[in-house]
């Protein structure tokens, strides 16, 4: 899983040695409580950014790797710009812009909260590794299947990147550029055959693992060892926190 682990950070924080399961369900739970936070109280979101910020310190999480990685957030970013003008609703006039009121709260919900979500989800990511969450998510007894699927492409992704940039490189080497509306039959054909190689690969993968007596079960590097109320009333105390920051706000409003 070394390969596909891009977004973890290894340490020895507190959070670092939390266990998968109770961090996972600690994501959920602060998630759901930035969700049920209303629009309007803006204070409320930046005691949940506080909150994150000091997981990350806690965690010795540079603050320019956040920012960085919240950039695939981008397209919310987009859409949240744009609500103002797509909204109807009263005009607010800003500057030599004018906006509705309606498209300007619609945006900041849109905007805060995905924000934070991403900065959740990247505390996670950072602090436990992807066999770590697989192991997490097996404890939490999430399908079988679905934690074989998530692995398989995990561990797999990284190699069909790998024949996708050698192909891309070799048609570049015989003046190939697929940027041209012309080439798009090339490419779909290459896309094609990346295809059917990730197929066969996935038979060869499948044949060797029934071979070496495979159950159905994926062997984790993380076991599924249980996590001790300690450990889960400390995961908790953020999203405690931040569901009692979203019901105050939710019966004051």
């Known amino acids: ?11 020895d924080s507190p959070l670092h040695r939390l266990r998968p399961q109770v ?6 739970a602060f998630t759901c409580a930035i969700a049920a936070t209303p629009r309007e109280a803006v204070w409320a979101f930046g005691v949940h950014a506080l909150v994150l910020a000091g997981l990350f310190a806690l965690a010795r999480i540079p603050v320019t790797w956040v920012v960085t990685r919240s950039l695939v957030e981008s397209p919310f970013l987009v859409l949240a710009l744009a609500f ?11 500057w030599f812009l004018t906006v509705s009121e309606p498209g300007l709260w619609a945006g900041w919900n849109l905007l805060a909260k995905a924000t934070l979500g991403v900065w959740a989800a990247l505390l996670l990511a950072a602090t436990t590794p992807v066999a770590g969450v697989l192991a997490g998510l097996s404890r939490l007894r999430c399908p079988e299947i679905l934690l074989q699927i998530t692995a398989f492409a995990i561990r797999y992704a990284h190699l069909t990147v790998a024949e996708v940039t050698q192909m891309r490189l070799a048609r570049l080497a015989r003046c190939d550029d697929p940027r041209f509306l012309w080439q798009a039959g090339a490419l779909a054909r290459s896309l094609g055959t990346v295809f059917i190689r990730s197929f066969e690969r996935g038979e060869r993968v499948w044949q060797s ?7 159905g079960r994926l062997p984790l590097e993380v076991g599924p060892a249980p996590a001790s109320a300690l450990q889960w009333t400390a995961a908790m105390t953020a999203p405690a926190v931040a569901a009692a920051v979203a019901a105050w706000t939710a019966v004051n409003a």
Do not use: C, Q
């Open 1 to 11: 899983m070394n390969a596909a682990d891009g977004l973890h950070r290894p340490g």
């Open 209 to 215: 693992m029934a071979a070496r007596g495979y159950t």
């Open 84 to 94: 103002p003008f797509m909204v109807e609703g009263p005009p607010v006039h800003l």
């Open 23 to 28: 961090k996972i369900v600690a994501l959920v």
